[in-house]
């Protein structure tokens, strides 16, 4: 498709379980990034890639929450031993790094997760 | 650190009515400026964007001009549509790409 595509769109889990969410960027963007948003609150910054490596990753809350991208395109968000505060709409945008639009998020429609 | 402050919503107008919403931020170095929207149902998505102090962002009949003398990136509309309700939010960029957002406004428009 021509957007970023993530999946589950929802994920309901029970507390201490593990989770895998899903990110497909926009073909050919580099630099791909993970937000959570609670409700009502703006998208808070969780982590960051540019191609295969994490460029910053200092908005994960805690050890709990890890993320890959090892190919540089598709990326996961692996969140262990989930508890009821982790549930929050999961977006991932990206954004080409050169060019006009450089910098600019495209953003995908999110994962919504809830853990009871 | 970098950080924006928005005012607080939500804000309801009338159909036609002339829109502001305040935007300030703080960031080290040269950031750029964005303001994204959300419509109801919708993912988030680019509205507009300045990159330097003076630049006027402008889509669908919104602007916004950076005021680096005021630290400001305020969103205007001259007339106000019923479809133009959504939650908008107000982000900058600076340095390595990392994007901080602010908390939303989220405006109701009447008709």
């Known amino acids: 498709g021509a957007g970023v595509s993530q999946t589950p769109s929802n994920k309901v889990t029970e507390k201490g379980k593990y989770v895998e969410l899903r990110c497909d960027p926009i073909?050919?963007?580099?630099?791909l990034y993970w937000y959570r948003q609670s409700l009502g609150q703006g998208p808070e910054f969780l982590i960051y890639?540019?191609?295969?490596?994490?460029?910053?990753d200092s908005g994960l809350p805690n050890d709990r929450f890890f993320a890959v991208r090892p190919e540089g395109s598709v990326s996961t968000l692996k969140i262990q031993r989930t508890e009821r505060g982790d549930s929050a709409v999961y977006l991932c945008?990206?954004?080409?790094?050169?060019?006009?639009?450089?910098?600019?998020?495209?953003f995908g429609e999110g994962s919504r997760l809830t853990v009871l | 650190g970098n950080s924006v402050t928005q005012m607080e919503g939500p804000v309801t107008l009338s159909e036609e009515a002339f829109l502001t919403i305040n935007c300030t931020y703080t960031?080290?170095?040269?950031?750029?400026l964005f303001w994204y929207v959300q419509y109801p149902g919708e993912g988030l998505q680019l509205l507009l964007k300045?990159?330097?102090?003076?630049d006027k962002g402008s889509n669908k009949g919104f602007e916004a001009t950076y005021r680096k003398e005021t630290t400001s990136f305020h969103l205007e509309k001259g007339s106000v549509q019923v479809s133009d309700s959504a939650v908008y939010f107000c982000?900058?960029?600076?340095?390595?790409?990392?994007?901080?957002f602010g908390a939303g406004t989220r405006l109701f428009v009447k008709a």
């Open positions: 945008a990206s954004s080409p790094s050169v060019g006009p639009r450089s910098g600019e998020l495209f």
């Open positions: 073909s050919g963007h580099t630099a």
């Open positions: 890639f540019q191609g295969t490596g994490a460029a910053d």
């Open positions: 960031a080290t170095g040269y950031p750029s």
């Open positions: 300045a990159t330097k102090a003076d």
């Open positions: 982000a900058l960029s600076s340095g390595g790409f990392k994007t901080i």
